[in-house]
């Protein structure tokens, strides 16, 4: 009898946690006809030989869900299945050896309380009380997670396999995946050396070798293997079974408890790549060669952190290679390039921890044909072209590994595989002083050094500015709040030559976009308008602008790091049977942003054309001319200010730049960066898609109504949705809060209390130099409803770092609030 099905409704490809988990939820689902294919054994790659500790706590709300319902499923799995699964909820401690590490446990601690997780900060005495073993004389604090625990990984993978099972799951080992077949851009088949499957769904679950699976389909799956030791001890003295798992960050080492003894690992600045030639056929419950010079600084910052280590037995220093992603977090979804190719892997050594969670979303994922919550930080669409490197993925994820555990800086940026992409102002904008900073590969400048500058003022000596990072106002603010001002009262320019853009054309373009937007697009030729897309729950899955630049061409401008998912979701929003494709023209165009008071005048004196209000109002585009050089001017703003978007051939940028340089010297126009743009909009109130609005977040919950067409007979994605919700109370809505002490810095993910009862966390957060306040905008949730009457009435305090201080509600945007200077 044949082992394989010929025909399933789902392939899980891959045997470990991940694999095992998305089989067992989706039987859940009440789905049947699911295979589970492993080329070897169940949990033979690098489950088996995980560490297993089982934290909590992300910088994402729903990521940190994820791994709090993993918790709930061992906690519950071993007497559904009868299966040990080893899991304990001994809670997890973090140690702190300086004053900064101690402010990143404290925010730490706020964003777990944000977030619902219970989060504690303690004395060196007292964390010493729970970790006896360890000397405490270096440490600054530390913080406990009473839910945190620690699993066997290998045996929680058996109890969700025999889980799957008896829901009727088949799980078939020793069956390596050959080959997927596609028709018209879905999975059809998968193909193994013991026949084919056909099927619609493929989840590649398959860990390190998730590339080569991914290969076989034309889906790029950005991970690559890394070697990662730990040494397992004998008995221990003062060790017991209760013991905290602990990580000691400041030493870049972790323990836990295991039969008496200790497991000890670490995250070293130098990580060693593995198989850079590809993956060894036969590798299974195999280890690497252990290197125990490399291992030795880890083992030296460990004997000083548990004198006892230095008489402990040694059992065994285990070489384990691993996944590790560029972004250190892992790959979920269905990838753009291929319907029906679901992406679970990459879990950077938290597989164990976010394994339970990991598998239910993407079951759900799977069966529903989209997210279930916003998982953006995790989405496979959040990659794009650099991605398809192995070198430039290999060189960020090593960067990334080393990282570890290393502090979490505000606003930090990462310097391998740089610069990747640039526009072509880079040059010339480094030479004019520019910090840049990344973006999905974009060199693009974040402020600019003033003339003359030191290192302390905001500069960076002869190798250029750079930032100082702190969880203070770090080095650049001063320069940041100069550009600021410049274009507040003159004008800056921007270059933005990294927004994503697209073509829509056809001759049912207008109809396609009707129908994926949320207001209306069928406006007449040199129409631009401010858009969402929304999923079927009427949640914001693009925020755009999109310009009507003929009667069967639109132009599609998205912000950088969502070039993947946008044109992604976009392409298979389409109606099936309209004459509409879309395009990526990305490279083709450069863009100058022109912003402020003065952008007029120096428009005029750059370009010819009449730019007055009447004959170019705001929400309206064109093509204009500067020094010879055709070109859009979209008059669209994202500061607030009266201004242009100039989207110019690539090829012609750095003359248009001169042009508009020479004619904006006599009106003091400035460089500007992308961290004055924050500020900018902060004040403004213009929302930022992935922290102000995403999928979880519809416009009525936003505060963006206006921008949608529920007042027309127009049909449009997720009008049902919002109709709904349109007739009751709102659970949740967007507002604007502020601190007026300047000491204070809000950063995001800060506590948000009304009446002394926490009822949600800022989304996104910074200073106004206009406005001379801290600016944090969130979400105030509240079952029965939030109205503006409920939001009024409220008196508000913030907690940062663990502390609480007052804030006030604000209502409507702090900067022009009848934006008379946008429609100058």
Known sequence: MARLPTAARAVIIGGGIVGCSTAYHLARLGWREVVLLERAKLTSGSTWHAAGLVGQLRTNANITQLLKYSVELYDTLEAETGQATGWKQNGGLRLA?????????????????????????????????????????????AAFLPTDGQANPSDVTQALAKGARAAGVTIVEDCAVTGVR??????????????????????????????????????????????????????????????????????????????????????????????????????????????????????????????ALETAGIKDLINGPESFTPDG???????????????????????IAAGGGAGKALAEWVAGGEPPMDLWPV??????????????????????????????????????????????????????????????????????????????????????????????????????????????????????????????????????????????????????????????????????????????????????????????????????????????????????????????????????????????????????????????????????????????????ALAVYGRLAEAGAGFGLANAGYRAIESLRLEKGYRAWGSDIGPDYTPLEAGLGWAVKLKTNIAFQGREALAEQQGRPLAKRLACFTVDDPEVVLLGRETLYRDGERVGWLTSAGWGHTVATNIGYGYVRRAEGVDEAFLAAGSYELEVANERVPCRFRDGPLYDPENRRVKA
């Open 97 to 141: 050896c300086n004053a900064e590490r101690m402010i990143e446990l404290k925010r730490q601690a706020t964003t777990a309380h944000s977030f619902g997780l219970e989060m504690h900060l303690l004395s060196p005495a007292e964390a010493k009380d729970l970790w006896p073993p360890m000397a405490v004389d270096d440490l600054v604090g």
């Open 182 to 307: 596609a028709r018209k851009g879905r999975v059809c088949a998968v193909e193994t050396a013991e026949g084919a499957i056909e099927t619609e769904i493929l989840v590649n679950c398959a860990g390190q070798w998730a590339p080569e699976i991914g290969q076989l389909a034309g889906v790029t799956v950005p991970l690559v293997s890394v070697q990662h030791q730990y040494l397992v001890t004998e008995p221990v003295e003062g060790v017991t079974a209760g013991l905290p798992t602990l990580r000691d960050p400041d030493r870049l080492i972790y323990f836990k408890e295991e039969v008496g003894g200790l497991v000890m690992g670490g995250y070293e600045p130098n990580p060693i790549p593995w198989a850079v030639d590809g993956l060894p056929a036969d590798f299974s419950f195999s280890l690497l060669e252990a290197d125990s010079d490399h291992f030795e600084p880890m083992m030296m910052q460990a004997l000083e952190r548990v004198p």
């Open 329 to 351: 977090n892992f790959i979920l979804g269905e990838a753009p390039e291929l319907a029906g190719f679901y992406v679970g892997a990459g879990f950077n050594a938290y597989g």
């Open 379 to 652: 989405d496979i669409r959040r990659f794009g072209r650099p991605h398809r490197s192995v070198d430039w993925v290999r060189s960020r994820s090593l960067e990334l590994y080393g990282k570890h555990y290393t502090i979490s800086w505000p606003h930090e940026e990462h310097d391998s595989a740089r610069p990747e992409r640039v526009s072509p102002l880079y040059a010339a904008l480094k030479d004019a002083g520019a910090c840049f900073g990344e973006k999905l590969g974009w060199e693009r400048p974040n402020w600019f050094r003033p003339n003359g500058a030191a290192a302390r003022a905001g500069g960076g000596g002869d190798d250029g500015p750079r930032d100082l990072y702190s969880f203070g106002r770090q080095n650049w603010f001063p320069a940041v709040a100069e550009e600021h001002r410049a274009v507040r009262e003159r004008v800056g320019l921007f270059d933005q030559s990294s927004f994503a853009k697209f073509l829509m054309v056809g001759r049912d373009a207008a109809a396609a976009l009707e129908w994926i937007c949320a207001n209306r697009i069928d406006k007449p030729v040199g129409g631009l308008t401010y858009t969402q897309m929304l999923n079927l729950r009427g949640g914001i899955q693009c925020d755009l602008t999109i310009a009507r630049l003929a009667e069967d061409r639109f132009y599609i401008v998205t912000g950088t790091g969502f070039a993947t998912h946008d044109f992604s979701w976009i392409a298979r929003s389409i109606p099936e049977g309209l004459d509409a494709h879309l395009v990526d023209v990305t490279s083709a165009y450069a863009t100058l942003s022109l912003m402020g008071p003065a952008a007029r005048d120096v428009l005029s004196a750059a370009a010819e054309g009449d730019f007055s209000n009447e004959a170019f109002p705001f929400a309206r585009c064109r093509e204009i001319t500067i020094g010879g050089t055709p070109l859009w001017a979209l008059r669209i703003t994202y500061v607030g200010e009266l201004g242009w978007e100039l989207h110019v051939p690539a090829e012609s």
